[in-house]
């Protein structure tokens, strides 16, 4: 007796079709989190939440992406660090914010590459329901819940008066920024500036704004002191123009007349500073950045009370006579990786 064929019924493939389809499209999205399933609104899951960087390829980054991870293990959360591809691209983090809004994001934790032209996404977010936490760099938003990151404008003025305190002379300062749009390197600039100025002891100042980049940088700082060879005091507003223009000034041999107050450390920056290179560290807390972000993403998320609406992270001025401290070598080396 021959067996009957078994036929799967139309409808069976076009479901298995469509389940496909939908898990292709969640993980291109989402990576390997599905979008959540409705039903399982007020049972007891993970919350998913997003964390967008800056980039995810410097020092600093990845410091802020260990604090998240270590936060999100803790509170029980379904964490996802992204970043795009450069810190120009502010449109880029703007997808992403709108894809954590499509995924049904419970918070979302952001660092602003341009004050304002990420606010309309933030703001997207926020009339979502969604609540929005910054961190390192600020946004145009009313809406925003908590703000955590460095006081930049006093972070800018602690370098300009280590530049006054070492060199008691007159000084001509180049300042070595990142984009004109992001608002920590702003505030930097015009505290450096402020508190150099309030001196009465500047002959000039000139300012270059680079692609966040350390071969911008380099090319920028050289430019810089090939036109304006009296400059003796440098100012360096992060992590990858401060390698940069380190770089920079090895190479044309101006290590010996021209003082670099630089933002931020990685095993490169603190060799320069050990060698006289690099006059002095501006040192944040990245990885607290990352930590408190995604521990007040918790609270806001449970119906909790947060400690403030703004959350200043600590910053220390490292040089060559602290920087063998124990408490300032775990502020400059990862040990978390």
């Known amino acids: 007796m021959r067996s009957k064929k078994h036929v799967t019924p139309l409808y069976v493939i076009f479901c298995i079709a469509l389940l496909v389809l ?36 410097s020092a600093f980054w990845q410091s802020v992406a260990s604090g998240a991870h270590a936060a999100a293990v803790e509170y029980n959360l379904d964490m996802n660090f992204v970043a795009p591809v450069n810190e120009e691209n502010y449109e880029e983090q703007n997808t992403m914010i709108r894809a954590a809004i499509m995924g049904q994001a419970r918070a979302i934790i952001v660092s602003a590459i341009d004050y304002n032209a990420n606010a309309e996404a933030v703001n997207e977010a926020v009339a979502a329901g969604i609540p929005v936490i910054v961190i390192d760099s600020d946004v145009n938003s009313e809406g925003v819940a908590c703000r955590i990151m460095t006081n930049n404008y006093l972070a800018g003025r602690m370098a300009g008066e280590q530049a006054l305190r070492n060199n008691e002379g007159e000084l001509t300062v180049g300042i070595i920024n990142y984009d004109i749009n992001s608002a920590n390197g702003q505030a930097r600039e015009r505290g450096f500036c402020d508190v150099v100025n309030e001196s009465g002891r500047v002959a000039d100042i000139y300012t270059v ?38 770089y920079a000034v090895r190479d044309m041999g101006l290590a010996d007349s021209v003082d670099i107050y630089a933002f931020d450390s990685n095993v490169v920056s603190v060799g320069m500073l050990e060698s006289g ?56 080396f990862r040990f978390d990786s």
């Open 209 to 246: 704004n680079c692609l966040s980049t350390e071969e911008s940088a380099y090319d920028e700082t050289t430019s810089l002191l090939i036109q304006h060879p009296e400059i003796n005091t440098l100012a360096a507003l992060n992590e990858l123009m401060s390698l940069g223009s380190g």
């Open 277 to 332: 290179e690099i006059e002095g560290l501006v040192v944040q807390n990245p990885y607290a950045m990352g930590y408190l972000g995604v521990e007040t993403a918790y609270r806001l998320i449970n119906g909790l009370p947060i400690q403030s609406d703004h959350i200043d992270t600590t910053t220390t001025y490292v040089s060559a006579s602290n920087m063998y401290d124990t408490d300032i070598q775990r502020m400059i």
């Open 22 to 57: 939908s898990t292709i499209v969640s993980f291109m999205i989402f990576g390997k989190r599905q979008a959540p399933n409705p039903l399982l609104r007020g049972l007891d899951r993970k919350s998913f939440i997003v964390v967008v960087g800056k980039s995810d390829q």
